[in-house]
């Protein structure tokens, strides 16, 4: 099966500019979850989706960053306006409606804000 | 604060040495799940342990859950450099359904 696409995979921006994440997850998985890493630390979820409603968002710094997901299936995230501490890489993940939530990883976009 | 603290956070080895990570909590997780991400990738799933005191094993790797399954350790036998890349444990707590907490990762370099 075709694993988790997103796009675009590397973006340099601006401070106070906006930028958007595409992702596509795995056919047929319900959850779909957005993820900031900083380099060498591990993901922190920013959003998680249940089909096309939000189950969790707690973490997203929702004066700059917002996401959906619309038609349960693809997603974007945006930010606007970008700040130096967004550099970081974005992931996208999804995962079946199951006990375990085994989660499935695209290649993430590694956003620089300069 | 972290809810889950890895150690070491980075450890470079010789291949054909062994080496053990550990994953640490003080709360309860209903299952744990280990992943390596390699540079310029997402993190890959290695296996996912559910019962306390549960041992599993893929290949080299041996994965064990703590009996009060508040902690895990991830073990390699004899390293190799394709064994290099950053380790994840990731938690579900208990009553948290779907939501997955990352610990603070391991970077292991493996050299000839």
């Known amino acids: 099966e075709a694993g988790v696409a997103q796009s675009p995979r590397y973006k340099i921006i601006e401070k106070r500019q906006s930028v958007a994440f595409w992702c596509n997850p795995i056919s047929g998985h319900a959850t779909l979850y957005w993820y900031q890493q900083i380099l060498g630390q591990g993901p922190k979820l920013l959003i998680q989706f249940q089909n096309n409603g939000v189950v969790d968002d707690s973490q997203l710094p929702k004066d700059r960053f917002s996401a959906e997901r619309l038609k349960g299936v693809d997603s974007t995230l945006k930010i606007q306006p970008a700040k130096l501490e967004d550099s970081a890489v974005y992931l996208c993940a999804s995962s079946r409606w199951d006990r375990f939530y085994e989660q499935y990883f695209g290649p993430g976009t590694r956003l620089t804000v300069t | 604060t972290q809810l889950l603290e890895q150690s070491p956070q980075f450890l470079s080895i010789q291949e054909g040495e062994n080496l053990t990570v550990y994953c640490n909590s003080s709360s309860v997780f209903s299952s744990l799940q280990w992943y390596r991400q390699e540079p310029g990738e997402g993190p890959v799933l290695l296996v996912t342990?559910?019962?306390?005191?549960e041992v599993k094993k893929l290949k080299r790797l041996t994965f064990q859950f703590g009996d009060a399954r508040k902690d895990s350790s991830l073990h390699i036998t004899a390293a190799q450099p394709g064994d290099t890349g950053l380790y994840l444990c990731?938690?579900?707590?208990?009553?948290?359904?779907?939501?997955?907490?990352f610990g603070t990762g391991t970077r292991l370099q493996v050299t000839l």
């Open positions: 990731a938690g579900m707590l208990t009553g948290t359904a779907s939501k997955l907490t």
């Open positions: 342990v559910v019962t306390g005191g």
